[in-house]
């Protein structure tokens, strides 16, 4: 059952981006979408171990985190504001503040805030859900209002993760917050539900969420238009401004969201936790952007939607499974996956130049 | 006021070298600011600590040059092209594990070379592509940083790869001797001088380089007027590309390691101290003397930073502080300046009558 689906997503990744490129396509663009999906389908078939419900649930585990990530990146590209470069931070900051607010065995010495405001008791899941998201909303809410003041979303995010990482690790004094076991939050990391991890689950509700928030709210249509062109939302009564401070804020909170499962799961918090070797390209960060562009949504704004980014996340992670049950090292899969990427910028860059001709 | 006067008079040799200097300062303003802050950075830790004010330090601080000075410089050139290299990081690190890796079998200096031209040819390709496809550089060469990073982990091997030939990366580093006198000079700094030197004049005085500040002030103007897209892009690219594996080799050869997956923080504080030196985000304004004038700001304050013996997040706290208020101030100057033409023009239009749109 589960092994077919997968196949499925995994040759529509090739199929339905290009249903939704058709008209004005030389076919070696369409021999270019091509070869990816039938390698793929001849990888699933003779690889070892891939076709098993075992390696499907570990892949669709392996996907949800930068999964998450990309589907608040989603809003901010299609919206005309590139990427985040500070998701790694932030994740890494709200993975800490969870872990403070939830804790209930706090050591001395873990850094100036602590000290000060010491919630030893802890404050249960609820408000330490309220603390993080709203400190993640802040921090995205800042970053899009510089830049949707005029400043470039890629170099403010770069400055704004210098500064959140530096905040975390200050009032941290760069230490683990260790939160004590049982705590609330642990069904959140580490249950399943019908044998799958939460984590996955969560995914796949705020997938569904988001696409639904994208095609179906004025917020989500405005996103668009915004991102298509800005003079005409402008001319409409669509503030690039807030829009850009929405959407900062909403990847944002996609981010905290990531850094709060994977604290739950892991039953601590730390600056640091998203900045180790993790995800197919030794970056979370990166693999969301990358699971964005291979999905095919537009860079230039406009275009795109949550499905093509979660099949994109897919995409990467069945292609990094396989090379991993294939034996190659993180080099060939990372050399893979940016070649991906660099390809299908190129290609959906010669889309867009074709059509505009 | 009497610059105003100045300007209604024609350029000679009447004027007085104060009124020069003044006028220079005017139209400088933003390298004057720098060249402010770093003093004032350098006097403040100068008076905090007396061996802070050193020729040991000033050499420290020239030793900034081979590295982050590269760096800065190559982000220079591209954001004056009104684009933005993302993956210098990565081809400093790939350029560090082929130099490191070729440095024993072929020696130091054709490792360089192959390492250096790897990197260029890489750069040139990209500017290439860039340019036929019409795409934001920015995305682009995130991709590329990914994809380079693969390709450094395949050349290293997956591992941190390690000289075993020493003399070469030693001479680079040690500072030069001159009969009694030494120097504040290695001869890695001296090769990035004359990098930046070589740059700048090519920036200022070559048909190529000013063909890149056109692209990048006002590129639909720039390509309206004839000037060609691919070639300066592919210089650009080029470029930065070089300075970054120069930038790589000569880290790989003085530390006599490389990492694969090492250089990325480069990719914060070159950006910092370009946009401190003086470039915009949207092009076509910079040099080479600003980019070294935001290498020695920030290296005064990291060195800085490092008599204050703060931890090392400290440090790129106060980067990525400096990066936003540097964006926040130059958003701020667009807005203002926004704001005064539209007043100068309604005045002009309420006091003369004149460039009223007919309606």
Redesign the interface.
Known sequence: MSSTSTQQSASSGGGLSLKSLTGGLSTWVIVLIAIPAILLIYGAFTTENFLTAQNIKTILRSTAFVGIFAIGLTFVTISGN??LLSLEETAGLASLMFAFTLASGLDEGTGWLTRMFGFSDGLGLIPALVVTVGVAVLIGAVQGA?VG????P???T??????????A??TSN?AVIFIERPHPAEWLGTGLTATVPNVTWAFVVLAILGEIVLRYTSFGRSCYLVGASKDTAHSTGYNSFWKAVQVFALASVAAALVGILFAAQISQGQ?SLFRA?MGS??SLA?SA??SV?VGGTS??GGRGSIWQTVLGALFISVVDNMMVLRGF???????????T??AS??LY??IR?NRTR | MSTITNKSKPVGASESPFARVQEWILINSQIVFTILVAAGIGMYFSLEFENYASWRNAFAILERFPELGLITLGFTVTIIAGEIDLSMGSIAALVGVIVVRLNDPIGAVPAIVVGVGVATAIGALQGYLIAILRISAIVFTLGTLMLLRGVSLFVANEQTVVLREFAFGDWLKDRIVIGEAELILSPASVIALVVFVLIGLFLMYHKWGREIYAIGGARREALAAGVPLTRPMIITFAISAFCAGLAGAIIGLRAGSAQPLGLQGLILTGPTAAFVGGVSISGGKGSAFGAALGTVTIALLQIGLIFLATPAYIGRLAIGTLLTVVIIVEIGARWLDRFQTRRTLLRRWTLEGEGRPQT
């Open positions: 590139f990427f510089i003041s005029g400043g470039n890629i170099v403010v770069l400055g704004a993760a210098g500064i959140i990482f530096g905040i690790s200050w760069n600056v070797a390209s030794g990166i952007i990358a562009m860079v230039f090292e993180s080099g060939p899969r990372i050399l893979f996956v940016g070649l990427v660099v910028i190129s860059a010669l130049r």
